[in-house]
């Protein structure tokens, strides 16, 4: 086959796969005036809309590659 050289030269690539990881929301908090408050909104905010956020942030990387493509 004439594309067998080519199709070989990463072995390593096939079997590659994108590592576990598990993350969580920074939750900072602050002594002030005698009390701790713990800011938890926005991670709140973000886990509410996630499926939104993540449709503008596809379609912003989109349009950006488009562009990049176009311009080329």
Do not use: Y
């Amino acid at each position: 086959m004439i594309l067998q050289p080519l199709l070989n030269l990463l072995p390593d690539l096939k079997t590659w796969a994108v590592p576990a990881h598990s993350s969580r929301c920074p939750e900072p908090s602050i002594d002030l005036f005698g009390k701790t408050f713990k800011m938890t909104a926005h991670c709140d905010l973000a886990e509410q809309n996630r499926a939104t956020i993540t449709s503008l942030t596809l379609a912003a990387f989109a349009i950006a590659a488009l562009f990049i493509v176009l311009a080329a």
